[in-house]
């Protein structure tokens, strides 16, 4: 399901940014160039949700996820950080490999499907280890669709 949402031109392969806030903002502009999101709803959007709680799972990895107004069908993103940064993560590990989910305001059970997939997913070490050799985003949208790993 996550990887037919998931196209190649929402693969961003070694980002560099500096920051958790800095990431969102590149998220949202990326989300406002590849789909005529406005970048100000987008950031806000998710902005909100980490206040609420951080979306880091763990192990180098978080789920940024919102409700965005006005967004007729789900948008999903994956970014790999070419270094980790701070994002408050359970186990107080910097992140690096993050998965964007932006959802309409009525898509909540799809919405919780997706996210019980990719915390699944990333909740491999063999997929994560897999993620990392990935040298494009075809090879990478590809390890997606791929899933479950094989042992």
Same mark, same amino acid.
């Given at each position: 399901?996550?990887?037919? /949402?998931?196209?190649?031109?929402?693969?961003? &392969?070694?980002?560099?940014?500096?920051?958790?806030? %800095? *990431?969102?903002?590149? =998220?949202?502009?990326?989300?406002?160039?590849?789909?005529?999101?406005?970048?100000?709803?987008?950031?806000?959007?998710?902005?909100?949700?980490?206040?609420?709680?951080?979306?880091?799972?763990?192990?180098?990895?978080? /789920?940024?996820?919102?409700?965005?107004?006005? &967004?007729?069908?789900?948008?999903?993103?994956?970014? %790999? *950080?070419?270094?980790? =940064?701070?994002?408050?993560?359970?186990?107080?590990?910097?992140?690096?490999?993050?998965?964007?989910?932006?959802?309409?305001?009525?898509?909540?059970?799809?919405?919780?499907?997706?996210?019980?997939?990719?915390?699944?997913?990333?909740?491999?070490?063999?997929?994560?280890?897999?993620?990392?050799?990935?040298?494009?985003?075809?090879?990478?949208?590809?390890?997606?669709?791929?899933?479950?790993?094989?042992?």
């Amino acid at each position: 399901m996550l990887a037919e /949402l998931l196209s190649t031109k929402d693969i961003i &392969l070694d980002m560099e940014t500096p920051s958790q806030s %800095r *990431l969102l903002q590149e =998220i949202a502009r990326h989300m406002e160039r590849m789909h005529g999101m406005p970048e100000e709803w987008v950031f806000q959007s998710l902005s909100r949700r980490e206040k609420i709680g951080s979306t880091a799972l763990g192990g180098g990895v978080a /789920l940024p996820h919102a409700r965005v107004k006005d &967004l007729q069908h789900i948008q999903v993103a994956y970014i %790999r *950080l070419k270094s980790p =940064i701070p994002y408050d993560a359970p186990d107080g590990k910097p992140v690096a490999d993050i998965l964007t989910l932006l959802v309409p305001k009525e898509a909540t059970e799809e919405h919780l499907r997706i996210l019980s997939e990719a915390t699944q997913m990333f909740s491999n070490p063999q997929f994560r280890q897999r993620l990392h050799t990935c040298s494009d985003a075809e090879q990478t949208r590809q390890l997606f669709a791929d899933w479950p790993v094989p042992a």
